[in-house]
């Protein structure tokens, strides 16, 4: 495996640190949840990546998509909610616009698109709504703007996760206009979007596999 | 929190045990987390198919059995079912008419039961889906995810299943479904907040001289915090959001609802329903049918839900039709 590039074994790697950042902010998920939604959004989450590692744990995967598809389609069948549907399907849209045994940076924004269409055609929102969106779309355009201006996959990586927390921080003044939290009108103004949250931990989680391998 | 349970995480697992071996007459498969009629589905007949969180019971497991549903979906406590449970439902008690699901419009349970649809056409099976949008407290607009089903998920389930259960097709009984859910609004305040297993402390702080006006079935809060006023002035609130949303005229026949949130006790739900009942006599809207009690709870919460249908002569036929279930029999 060259620096620049992601093979089944980083993809691995990168789920199962997105489960372990889960576990360990569980908490704080479901904390932001009870706030402006139903207070499960830890809970679920931890639910869905501890059966992704242990769908993993002896899955052998010949291209990195199979292992993003297998995550997807875990999480679909164990979180529930609206976090099962959008999340399990966004890795499963990255998962198939990956066949390959491995991905360059340029295939990995391309499925990193294919994730953010996916979540915005089953969600129907748009950025600005206070959803995992606001985290996404910055992060895929920093993602996409390194990849153009010649960064290699850490920097990209890394700019990635950045944007999404600045993302994430963002919907705190933000009136939900999708989910739950919608139902809430103008007091959802003032609370940091779980979705949103958990998607920044998923970034953060890229950048931190990829610049310790 | 202070709970009859043995552990948070196997909180669903033991209360599905706990169904199965309460009613014989249920078959409940504890793998996929279905809960059918013991006796299957008649070939030829509509499968009817709901689910949702559980925390709402009876809600939907109470509704399985003659004249309502075939299966239900329970998920996890306030977390929608997963799309497999709903295949495993539809797979188990298609009697080969189609399936109808019914879903509360909450988004994880439109995207799980959409999934659901697209698996079971894959599988052969013709599924229409009734979304139930009642609650009048939410507005129905692009700046929502739209209004939530809420009580209204009874008469639905009520009014259809027995539509099915004298030989309707798919379509028909989908079409009753929609009919009944436009005909009805809902509207709820809670007193207090509820406890989820999983959470353990209450999902919001509420004053003991406040309540929340406009809540869902969830611990989530409703549109705005009011001080706690008399129950005669609670339900002209919520008559008055009702009214203004489906206006009835003197005469119009009515299905009510007065629904306990689950930390209610039923003489204050009685007390809302002569509220209920004074007001409606007044403008001359008759209750044809009516039901007083927990049937679409919110955990722990105290509160009430009111619904009103405006019922035709069809709905109150098919609302008279044998029922027989853990939590709705009459007639059977």
Redesign the interface.
Known sequence: MNGDSVDTDLARTWVQAIAAAVDKHKDHL?QLD?A?????HG??MK?GFSAVTTALADYKPDTVGAVLVKTGTTL???????????YGGAFRAMGKALDAPTADTQQFATALAAGLESVQK??AAAPGDKTMIDAYAPALAAFQQHVGAGADFAAAALAAADAAEEGMRATTPMQA????A????A?SIGHQDPGATSTALIFRALAEVVATR | MKKLINAPEAVLDEALAGIAAAHPELKVDAENKVIARADGTRTGKVALISGG?SGHEPLHGGFVGLGMLDAACP??????????QMLSAAQAVNGGAGVLFIVKN???DV??F??AAELAAEEGITVETVLVDDDV???DS????GR?GTGATVFVEKIAGALAEKGADLAGVAEMGKRVNAASRSFAVALTSCT?P??G?P??DLPEDEMEVGV?I??????AREKLRPAKEIVATALDAILADQPLAAGDETIVLVNGLGGTPLIELYVVFNEVAAALADKGIVIARNLVGNYVTSLDMAGVSITVCKADADMLSLWDAPVNTPALRWGA
């Open positions: 479901t009870s402006i939604g139903d207070a499960d809970v679920n639910r679909i069948s164990s979180v529930g909610g609206a976090s099962g549907p959008l089953l969600g206009r999708k989910g739950r919608s139902y809430l009108g007091r | 969180g998920g996890e406590v306030f977390t929608s079912p997963v799309p497999g909450y988004t994880g995207l799980n959409q999934m407290a939410v507005q692009t700046w929502t995810a939530r989820t999983a959470s402390k999902g919001f869902g969830h611990g989530e809060p409703g549109r």
